[in-house]
């Protein structure tokens, strides 16, 4: 495997393009040989929450969405999800009693407990992107 690899991938903002983003996301982490394990199984869920926000926040303002992994060997996976909606995800109280609304909250909390980074950035369209780092030391091969 190379020390490096990225992939990317456009979806429409689509309900059904969330497992599709999910079944993608799969599919590149068992073609570089990550397929098992906790973290790739948080990986998934990650990327189907940030999917279901980039359809759902964006209020049909962005048409699509972007997925981005990238893994450094012995160092990262990372994964954003980019979409063409200028507002950026907001922080529920923890009082707040809501029947959804908590897909950040899930997403930052499986961030913390990989020790990994969750972060949101602008994009040159006036979107943003939502991203986690994760650590993902990957053993060498012999």
Same mark, same amino acid.
């Given at each position: 495997?190379?020390?490096?690899?990225? /992939?990317?991938?456009?979806?429409? =903002?689509?309900?059904?393009?969330?497992?599709?983003?999910?079944?993608?996301?799969?599919?590149?982490l068992t073609e570089w040989g990550l397929a098992d394990? %906790? $973290? @790739?199984?948080?990986?998934?869920?990650?990327?189907?929450?940030? /999917? $279901?926000? /980039?359809?759902?926040? !964006?209020?049909?303002?962005?048409? !699509?969405? $972007?997925? %981005?992994?990238?893994? %450094?060997?012995?160092?990262?996976?990372?994964?954003?999800?980019? %979409? =063409?909606?200028?507002?950026?995800?907001?922080?529920?109280?923890?009082?707040?009693?809501?029947?959804?609304?908590?897909?950040?909250?899930?997403?930052? /909390?499986?961030? &913390?407990?990989?020790?990994?980074?969750?972060?949101? =950035?602008? $994009? @040159?369209?006036?979107? &943003?992107?939502? =991203?986690?780092?994760?650590?993902?030391?990957?053993?060498?091969?012999?």
């Amino acid at each position: 495997m190379a020390d490096h690899q990225e /992939a990317s991938f456009t979806l429409p =903002s689509d309900p059904a393009s969330v497992s599709a983003a999910r079944r993608h996301v799969a599919r590149v982490l068992t073609e570089w040989g990550l397929a098992d394990g %906790d $973290t @790739a199984d948080t990986v998934r869920l990650i990327v189907s929450e940030l /999917a $279901t926000n /980039a359809v759902q926040h !964006t209020f049909g303002q962005s048409p !699509t969405f $972007t997925v %981005d992994l990238r893994l %450094d060997r012995d160092e990262e996976l990372y994964l954003g999800v980019a %979409d =063409s909606h200028p507002r950026w995800p907001q922080r529920l109280p923890a009082a707040v009693r809501q029947d959804n609304g908590r897909g950040m909250v899930i997403i930052r /909390a499986l961030t &913390k407990e990989h020790g990994g980074r969750l972060g949101v =950035s602008p $994009t @040159a369209d006036g979107g &943003k992107t939502v =991203s986690v780092a994760l650590p993902w030391p990957v053993p060498a091969q012999a």
